[in-house]
């Protein structure tokens, strides 16, 4: 899959924080474009910024100063209602502890998107069930968090992170909370979003997670030390009988 137009772009961004009369400045001029179809790795140490990085991307905050350009729209400045209506139509997140709700089916978890978008029943329930279809879960739909594994909990995320068609997946240490099994395949899954045509941009500290990635973007006292592109180690697909929903 080749990279196409910058689908998002921050230009000589910072970040600060007032903490009484401290200021804390977590990111200190930061540029950096992500193509259309590409897959980033953004690593470094606790500290370093990237977090914050990651909340500017995702319009869950905004920038001190600079710009931010999202699918060529400048939403540096928007308020906090146009900001979630911008994230609701191009991004879909993935966190480390999945964020599933415990009493509701998988099925439920992957349309509460659309719920809060005010799409009708019917509409919701079949997304839904294509996204759990996408990610090998089709016939898990029925089964609660704790009936599954941790790797199928994180793809029911995933699920519920595509079901609004997202432009771009934002992933934060999504492999964080799973063993290094599960790990490979919930990188095979990102992969397979990347190839076809899905941007995907990632926070890990494992450098093991960030090889499978295009691109590698090191954040260090809120710049960034250093962006290279790589060849990505291929993750294994899903055995077929996780892909069935047999996964264990």
């Known amino acids: 899959m080749t990279t196409g137009a910058n689908l998002l772009r921050l230009e000589d961004v910072t970040k600060v924080y007032h903490m009484g009369d401290v200021e804390v400045h977590a990111l200190r001029g930061v540029s950096l474009a992500v193509d259309e179809g590409d897959f980033v790795a953004i690593m470094g140490a606790s500290g370093s910024g990237k977090s914050t990085l990651m909340n500017i991307i995702g319009c869950l905050d905004r920038p001190t100063t600079g ?20 994230r609701n139509h191009t991004l879909g997140f993935v966190f480390q502890n999945f964020n599933l709700l415990s009493r ?7 349309e509460l998107p659309l719920l809060y978008a005010g799409a009708h029943t019917r509409e919701r329930h079949e997304r839904a069930k294509e996204a759990l279809a996408r990610v090998g879960l089709a016939d898990r739909a029925h089964h609660h968090p704790n009936q599954m594994s941790g790797g199928q ?12 068609n997202p432009k771009i997946i934002l992933a934060d240490e999504p492999t964080g909370n799973l063993d290094s099994v599960t790990s490979v395949e ?3 899954l990102f992969q397979e979003l990347r190839d076809a045509g899905i941007t995907v941009v990632l926070v890990t500290h494992e450098p093991d997670i960030a090889r499978y990635a295009a691109r590698v973007v090191v954040v ?13 180690q291929r993750a294994a697909p899903l055995p077929a009988e996780a892909t069935a929903g047999g996964e264990s």
């Open 153 to 164: 909990q994180q793809r029911v995320a995933i699920a519920r992170a595509l079901v609004s």
């Open 104 to 110: 509701t089916s998988a099925i439920e978890n992957v």
């Open 220 to 232: 260090k006292d809120g710049r960034l030390q250093s962006d290279r592109r790589q060849e990505p």
């Open 186 to 188: 919930v990188m095979a």
């Open 67 to 86: 710009r931010y350009l999202l699918t060529g729209e400048d939403v540096s400045g928007l308020d906090r209602d146009a900001l979630a209506e911008k």
